[in-house]
């Protein structure tokens, strides 16, 4: 599977900004998909999934209810809706696709290749 992030960038606190993962050489659709973050000095951590069988959402505590993940089929793309943001959201975003159930993807269980991601820089 081969996976393009975009949509990254610089924006202040509170702002949105809304990334995307196209997917090519699949249909994405078949996979849990997923969205990941690594912030400097930290793990790569789990923010939210998309579950392939019945289009079931999972977010982390600390994105919940500021995040949308949603997927064009037709686009074959993932995405990212992120409002109000915040700082501690600074972060290498990243995307992936895989046969786990959601809380195993989001929760390090993902064994596989990353992409180069998409820079989201939040400031205060």
């Known amino acids: 599977v081969q996976l393009v992030e975009s949509g990254g960038g610089l924006v202040q606190a509170g702002g949105s900004l809304r990334l995307s993962c196209a997917a090519s050489g699949v249909t994405f659709d078949d996979y849990n998909r997923g969205w990941f973050r690594q912030a400097p000095g930290k793990e790569r951590e789990g923010v939210s999934c998309i579950s392939s069988i019945d289009g079931k959402t999972y977010y982390a505590d600390s994105v919940r209810d500021r995040f949308t993940i949603s997927s064009d089929s037709a686009k074959n793309t993932l995405y990212l809706q992120m409002n109000s943001l915040k700082p501690e959201d600074t972060a290498v975003y990243y995307c992936?696709?895989?046969?786990?159930?959601?809380?195993?993807?989001?929760?390090?269980?993902?064994?596989?290749?990353w992409g180069q991601g998409t820079q989201v820089t939040v400031s205060s």
């Open positions: 992936a696709a895989d046969y786990l159930a959601c809380p195993f993807l989001l929760g390090s269980g993902y064994a596989g290749s």
